[in-house]
């Protein structure tokens, strides 16, 4: 069985911030999954140095909880062609917030100013476009995912987490507009698609 080590802790520990957590998350490579689909455990991506997403996200979520935030996980759904994106919900002061990983220059952290849940989904909206057409893709988010509910080792497992991935998946999910508005949706100018271009490392 993994554990932690003193010198893993004591860091943790001094990332006392939401933003301080967001800081460690954007030192932390891209993984491009270049050896097969992963979906590692905190301690894992901690040690390896990288993470996608959904990895930044837990890894986030449980540095977190160590400062007394609860362990959430959020779903952004995105059309087929399009790659989802999952990111850490916070609540700080009554307002929500939220870690973020990614490898573009958009989707990126949000700063606890939003009064629900739905708010901090739709402040995602209008950047989650695809680069090739300007589309705006984001059509669905999830109910809030407390990592609290699966097992007590969960973020020091060896195995990749997919049984997390499954709930996440299985979760009640809303749409984030009726099919009339998503309809009319004007594309991303091309200034946006240029600027949504930028990727902080390269494959």
């Known amino acids: 069985m993994q554990s932690f080590t003193q ?24 993984n491009f999954e270049k050896e097969g689909e992963t979906l590692k455990s905190p301690i ?17 979520a449980y540095v977190l909880s160590i400062h007394g935030f609860r362990p959430l996980i959020l779903h952004l759904k995105a059309i087929r062609g399009d790659y989802d994106h ?22 990126r952290y949000r700063e606890p100013v939003y009064r629900s849940i739905r708010e901090l989904a739709m402040s995602y ?31 020091t497992l060896e195995g990749d987490l997919w049984g997390i991935d499954e709930e996440l998946d299985k979760i009640k999910h809303y ?13 991303a100018e091309d200034v946006e698609i240029e600027a949504g271009k930028i990727e902080e490392y390269k494959k």
């Not at 999952?86 to 989707?107: C, D, E, Q, R």
């Open 86 to 107: 999952v990111i850490a919900p916070f609540k700080l002061h009554g307002l929500w917030g939220a870690l973020s990983k990614t490898n573009h220059a958009v989707l």
């Open 125 to 155: 909206f209008h950047e989650y476009f695809l680069n090739s057409t300007g589309q705006k893709t984001l059509r669905q988010c999830s109910l809030l995912l407390n990592l609290n509910t699966f097992e007590a080792d969960w973020m």
């Open 175 to 187: 749409d984030i507009a009726p099919k009339g508005a998503i309809k009319n949706l004007r594309k």
């Open 7 to 30: 010198k893993e802790i004591s860091f943790m520990r001094k990332l006392n911030t939401p933003a301080k957590v967001q800081d460690y998350l954007n030192t932390l490579e891209f």
């Open 44 to 60: 894992q991506t901690m040690r390896l140095g990288n993470a996608h997403c959904m990895e930044g996200a837990l890894l986030g």
